[in-house]
């Protein structure tokens, strides 16, 4: 089944709103893995805007499920995913400023950097996974992926989740098993993340039903706002039950 990782990002975001400790970032986190979340991701940026590194310490120090650190793999992102050797770095090609990840790598123009990563990432024994948008790679990027010896790849869902319940929803999602196949049958793994949310997932997931994570943050923490954080993740669970349950 198809592991829910929760991005906490959000619960640090509307702490700093205060500058106090309200919400807990870490009780909140546990509290998550209790309700039965599979995964915990963060996104750390330079800016310290939403999580910041000692959330992350305190976090890998803290959890018993897998851990997610994602972000640019710029020189103290590489050192903080190093030093704390999560199961799985998700490299993310936003410079500082953009206000949330918003595109796929352009894996042509950027193989040997990438390549050089993510051997340096499996040298600490740390699983790679690199975002990519279905939407706009190209067959070369598709064709050099491979070469990078990356593990994983996150599917970037945002074109799939804008176009939901639209007459552009049929043919985005296509694209997005295109993408999968060919990803798939180079033997690397997927994940994917970005505006998923309860009425979008179950779609995604049967058309896709490989994808082994799914990152969601946003959305969930917006639910919770009506149902409690309990509930929603329950529901996100049971909605990936039923993703892979017989139609």
Same mark, same amino acid.
């Given at each position: ?31 998550? %893995? ?19 590194? &000692? ?14 650190? &994602?972000?640019? $793999? ?9 030093? %704390? ?11 500082? &400023? ?5 595109? /796929? ?7 040997? !950097?990438?390549?050089? %990563? ?18 706009? %790679? ?25 176009? !939901? ?27 994917? /993340? ?8 179950? $779609? ?23 149902? /409690?954080?309990? &509930? ?13 349950? $017989?139609?």
């Amino acid at each position: 089944m198809t592991k829910l990782s929760v991005n906490v990002n959000k619960l640090a975001t509307l702490r700093n709103a205060r500058g106090k400790n309200n919400p807990d970032v870490l009780e909140q986190t546990l509290a998550i %893995i209790n309700y039965g979340a599979h995964g915990i991701t963060v996104h750390p940026r330079p800016d310290g805007r939403h999580i910041r590194h &000692e959330d992350v310490y305190a976090i890998a120090n803290s959890i018993n499920v897998e851990f997610n650190i &994602e972000g640019y $793999p710029d020189k103290a992102f590489l050192t903080l995913v190093k030093e %704390i050797r999560p199961a799985q770095c998700t490299l993310v090609p936003d410079p500082p &400023e953009v206000l949330t990840s918003n595109a /796929g790598w352009s894996i042509r123009d950027n193989y040997q !950097f990438l390549r050089d %990563i993510v051997t340096e990432l499996h040298d600490s024994d740390i699983r790679t996974s690199l975002f990519i948008d279905p939407m706009s %790679i190209s067959p070369v990027d598709l064709s050099l992926l491979s070469e990078t010896q990356t593990d994983r790849v996150e599917l970037y869902t945002e074109a799939y989740a804008e176009s !939901f319940g639209t007459n552009n929803a049929l043919p985005i999602l296509k694209q997005f098993q295109q993408v999968a196949t060919v990803v798939n049958q180079m033997g690397i793994a997927l994940n994917a /993340g970005h505006d998923l949310n309860l009425q979008n997932l179950n $779609p995604f997931l049967r058309a896709i039903p490989n994808i082994q994570e799914v990152s969601i943050g946003h959305a969930l923490i917006c639910d919770a706002l009506n149902f /409690g954080l309990k &509930e929603t993740i329950t529901k996100y669970l049971n909605c990936l039950k039923l993703c892979h349950s $017989p139609s």
